[in-house]
Nanobody, 123 residues
């Protein structure tokens, strides 16, 4: 049974940092992505990492402030977020799948999802 478990969310002041974790079990995937959803808004792409190569890509809104990494031994992916802004407030989800191309940027194509973790940035 595939399971993705996020952790690391919380309340942080603007300008602060948080590191989210996504622990995967059950099988391996080519891609792990991070998405977020703010109240009243659609779920949006944050970034992804290709498990085999470690290559990453990010949404423009977080580029330069976020870094996705993986720990193969722990089967865990991390989202390091720095210089947080109030507009980063959202529920953050990790997702996994064996996908490529433009599908990497869309939540429609990821097969497995975590339960989400709340990130609140106070200004």
């Amino acid at each position: 049974q595939v399971q993705l478990v996020e952790s690391g969310g919380g309340l942080v002041q603007a300008g602060g940092s948080l590191r989210l974790s996504c622990a995967a079990s059950g099988r391996t995937f080519s891609t792990v992505g991070w998405f977020r959803q703010a109240p009243g808004k659609e779920r949006e792409f944050v970034g992804f990492i290709k498990w085999r190569t470690g290559s990453t890509n990010y949404a423009d809104s977080v580029k330069g402030r976020c870094t996705i990494s993986r720990d193969n031994a722990k089967n865990t992916v991390y989202l390091q977020m720095n210089s947080l802004k109030s507009e980063d407030t959202a529920v953050y989800y990790c997702a996994a799948g064996s996908i490529s191309g433009s599908a990497l940027y869309s939540h429609d194509y990821y097969d497995y999802w975590g339960q989400g973790t709340q990130v609140t940035v106070s200004s």
